[in-house]
């Protein structure tokens, strides 16, 4: 298989479908909760179990900066990283301490990372919140190779994502499908779970742990 990496990056899904307005929608549903005061820390709370005290964390496609914030509040050092500008803008409104990278995940890279002011390894790194099932087509087994050029020796990323009747433009993503890309991008599968409480794997959800071989 030839080399992706410098390859040039195709558009996401999810920028493919800004101007359906689902991502306002989305930033919008995770601020009306942040104002309410809820609980949307599920994703945070298991990336701090995974993580070492004061880790080096990545968020990657990190949105409005919600996991991001959660993990700073509890004392890491963390990058958010997110292309889409309108969500590049509120996560820098509303949550101005935490460093975020304007970038498309294909895009990272340690100089890009360097010059950006921020670390170029990392304990943990988190894909949640669905970003797996909205990267372009046939991209995920560069985005996780990508990704996993950015951890440490014993790094880990943490991925959460609906498999199946995901939300709007978002693809079909059995997990056997998954399965493969891991491995094909050289990566191990450590863990796989059904929700951030670590519920039995499960068909409507995948939680996964995922360590360099
Ligand atoms: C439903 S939002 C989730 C955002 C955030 N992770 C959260 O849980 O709040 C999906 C995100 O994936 C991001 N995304 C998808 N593909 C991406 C890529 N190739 N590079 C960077 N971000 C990407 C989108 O820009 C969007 O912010």
């Known amino acids: ?3 992706p990496t410098n390859s040039p990056i195709p558009p996401n899904r999810w ?3 800004i101007s359906s307005a689902h991502d306002a929608s989305y930033a919008e549903c995770f601020e009306d909760l942040i104002e309410r005061g809820e609980d949307i820390d599920g994703e945070a709370r298991l990336a701090d179990v995974l993580a070492p005290r004061r880790a080096r964390i990545l968020d990657a496609g990190a949105g409005i900066g919600r996991v991001a914030a959660a993990l700073a509040l509890r004392g890491h050092d963390v990058t958010a990283v997110e292309k889409d500008p309108d969500l ?3 996560s820098r409104a509303r949550f101005p301490d935490v460093a975020v990278v304007e970038s498309d995940i294909l895009g990272l890279s340690t100089a890009v990372l360097e010059a950006a002011g921020r670390p170029t ?3 943990v790194i988190v894909v949640v919140g669905n970003v797996m099932i909205y990267l372009a087509e046939d991209t995920e087994v560069r985005a996780l ?5 950015l951890l440490a020796p014993k790094g880990r990323i943490l991925v959460g994502f609906r498999p199946h009747k995901g939300p709007e433009h978002s693809r079909e993503y059995p997990v056997e499908d998954f399965r493969r890309h891991v491995s094909e991008a050289g990566l191990g599968l450590e863990h796989v779970f059904g929700t951030y409480e670590l519920r039995p794997a499960a068909d409507d959800y995948v939680v996964a742990v995922l360590r360099p071989v």
């Open 1 to 3: 298989m030839s080399d």
């Open 145 to 149: 190779r990508t990704l996993g050029s």
């Open 15 to 17: 920028e493919l479908n």
């Open 121 to 123: 390894s990392y304990d």
């Open 88 to 90: 590049v803008s509120r």
